[in-house]
């Protein structure tokens, strides 16, 4: 069966520009998050949806961050415009329902110089 | 927010040892979870709790959902190299979940 997908995988990029994270959650999925990996603040919630509506922002570090769920089968996070401190690898990842187990994508490595 | 504090932050073990990691928590949880992440990749579910007092083992894993429902423990038994990695622990309460920092396992042969 086929994960939680996330692309891309790698992201380099210059300050100012606008990155965009995709995730395709587990087929049956419900819940999907997302997260923020860095060595200082170790595993953070950005935000996640219930049935393609967001449901809890508050981890969204500022403004210049966005998330989107059109359908039940893709999620976008937006960074706009990019800073090197948002620098971190970003985690998707879905769950059958709340309260159920989430099961993490690979992540999107993304590098801001 | 909830914080959950995880011990020990690394252990250095020889292959065969057994290993023990913990998790406490400030506030209660519903669900306590063990998470096993490998480099470059994301973490995968090794173990779910869900009714404190619960031991639940996978393989040479074993978990347990502390009563007072502020702790968990995890448990390798005769560890092989392919034990290396961080592990995660996570309490959550329906769709929040907080992770602990993470024990760096390292198996040396």
């Known amino acids: 069966d086929a994960g939680v997908i996330q692309s891309p995988r790698h992201e380099v990029t210059e300050m100012g520009q606008e990155v965009t994270l995709r995730c395709k959650p587990i087929?049956?999925?419900?819940?999907l998050f997302w997260y923020r990996q860095t060595m200082m603040r170790g595993l953070e919630l950005l935000i996640y949806?219930?049935?393609?509506?967001?449901?809890?922002d508050s981890g969204m570090p500022e403004d210049r961050f966005s998330a989107k769920m059109p359908n039940a089968s893709f999620s976008t996070l937006k960074i706009q415009p990019s800073e090197p401190r948002d620098s971190a690898v970003y985690f998707c990842?879905?769950?059958?329902?709340?309260?159920?187990?989430?099961?993490f994508g690979d992540g999107t490595r993304l590098s801001i110089l | 927010g909830q914080q959950l504090n995880q011990s020990p932050q690394s252990m250095f073990i020889q292959e065969g040892e057994d290993v023990s990691m913990n998790c406490t928590s400030s506030?209660?949880?519903?669900?306590w979870l063990w998470y096993k992440q490998d480099p470059g990749e994301g973490p995968v579910l090794l173990i779910a709790?869900?009714?404190?007092?619960e031991l639940t083992s996978n393989g040479r894993l074993t978990a347990q959902f502390g009563i007072t429902r502020k702790d968990s423990f995890l448990n390798i038994s005769a560890s092989i190299p392919s034990d290396v990695g961080i592990y995660f622990c996570?309490?959550?309460?329906?769709?929040?979940?907080?992770f602990g920092a993470g024990t760096r396992l390292t198996v040396k042969p």
């Open positions: 990842a879905s769950s059958l329902a709340g309260g159920q187990p989430q099961h």
């Open positions: 087929s049956g999925h419900n819940s």
């Open positions: 949806f219930n049935n393609n509506v967001p449901i809890d």
């Open positions: 506030s209660i949880f519903n669900t």
């Open positions: 709790l869900y009714k404190a007092g």
């Open positions: 996570a309490g959550s309460n329906n769709n929040d979940m907080r």
